[in-house]
């Protein structure tokens, strides 16, 4: 299994192998700082779309190991002129830097990014389309907190239409033999084409409106945002928004190696009384960014194998 | 008898199986308004194989291989007779390529391709029915999705 010089820009394209050689690497990265490690190499982060966490989380990973950070972080103040094309910049960009990463507003950038770059490109979220660092540290965590992700009940709630990193796990926990359940309002359910994706894998799934269905069951409860733009209707919104919060009551007999995970930023989805419970893990989540990230530069960039 | 006299062709390419629905997709993808020689398109024919059908017979004309994938993609049940000197000498069912490149547009609004000079390319998930998904944003699309550039 060769990373070096690979391309990190759909979840679906990593083999069940090569996603846990990835989390292992990430792990001893973690127990085992390597500050020199990328020494001299340069990353160029292109942020099309502004996202300060994902931003600050790859800076971070690339500065821990010793290397250097350029691009930008709002297209409107950079260079990137109006009308000149992303196959452009990339061919540009590519002169300047050893590995890049990449986000964008549009659907299928990073595959445009990775058919013209001699770099690497990972991509941090094209469109709707992938998030496959997201996904990575989403698997990283539920590994590091479960011990293992094969076998487990995994509880997905929220906008399961439109969430990204909900579709992107549901893909990748296809290859753990995990049970799934899907929680969310009728007019945001899981589409389609990732159902029948996980038919085809034989994944075991079943959909729920109401959490209260699921929760004693979870082993891990993955919750996302419902975003109020996406309903046509207030009233509607009005009507489910506060079915998926979760609360402190909720938590009452859930099995006690729950944890509750989260993309974040949250808005009310998780109530803040659930923080200090055993059961809250999402500002951890949100820290496993950094070792995975560490471990896809590293292994990438031919440094680690 | 007389009738299928008036529509016989010396040399050229006959497409029968057409679903009857999208014979003036076919008419229209192989641009056949600049082609001279004779045409005959007949629509709403019934068929014990696919209910109403249609037929489009081209005098001189035989297709090239980016014609033969679009009316794949439009109508994969067809078949492509090549006629010389009145005999049929070849006859084909269409296959669909494993990739689709330049003349589909991605029917996702947010797809790169839909905003920038890039050229469209597709892989073929699935056969029967249809799939094929966008290399760029992944996103699936069926046969009644398809639009062709
Ligand atoms: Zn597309």
Known sequence: MSFKGKDIISINELSKAEIIHILEVAKSLESRPKPNLLNGKVLAALF????????????????????????????????????ETLSDTIKIVE??????????????????????SDVPVINAGDGANQHPTQTLLDLYTI??????????????????????????????????????????????????????????????????????????NADILYSTRIQKERFPDLAEYEKVRNVYIITKDMLKSVKSNLKI?????????????????????????AANGIPIRQALLSLVLGKLK | ???????????????????????????????????????SVAANLDSKKIGK??????????????????????????????????????????????????????????????????KTKFHVANQKPLKIRCHYCERAMASNDIVLK
């Open chain 1, 48 to 83: 099309f779309e502004p996202s300060t966490r994902t931003r600050l989380s790859f800076e971070s990973a690339m500065s821990k190991l010793g290397g250097k950070v350029v691009g930008f972080a709002d297209p409107s103040v950079s260079s990137v002129k109006k009308g």
């Open chain 1, 95 to 116: 002169r300047y830097a050893d590995v890049i990463v990449m986000r964008h507003p549009l659907e299928g950038s990073a595959r445009v990014a990775s058919d013209v």
């Open chain 1, 143 to 216: 590994k590091k907190i479960q011990g293992h992700i094969s076998n487990l009940n995994i509880a997905m709630v929220g906008d399961l239409k439109y969430g990204r990193t909900t579709h992107s796990l549901a893909m990748a926990l296809s290859h753990f033999n995990c049970r799934l359940f899907f929680i969310s309002p009728e007019q945001l359910r899981m589409p389609s084409y990732i159902l029948e994706e996980l038919d085809k894998k034989n994944v075991e799934y079943s959909e729920h409106t109401q959490i209260e269905e699921v929760i004693k």
């Open chain 1, 261 to 285: 995970l989260h993309p974040l930023p949250r808005v009310n989805e998780i109530s803040t009384d659930v923080d200090s419970t055993k059961y809250a893990y999402y500002f951890e989540q």
């Open chain 2, 1 to 39: 008898m007389k009738q299928l006299k008036v529509s016989a062709i010396r040399e050229g390419t006959v497409i029968d199986h057409i679903p009857s629905d999208v014979t003036f997709k076919v008419v229209e993808i192989l641009k056949l308004n600049s082609v001279k020689e004779i045409i």
């Open chain 2, 53 to 118: 059908k249609g037929i489009i017979k081209i005098g001189g004309k035989f297709l090239g291989e980016e014609e033969v994938n679009k009316i794949a993609l439009v109508a994969p049940a067809a078949t492509l007779s090549i006629i010389k000197d009145f005999k049929v000498v070849e006859k084909n069912k269409l296959t669909i390529p494993k990739t689709i490149e330049g003349f589909v547009k991605c029917f996702n609004p947010n797809c790169i391709t839909n905003h920038e000079e890039i």
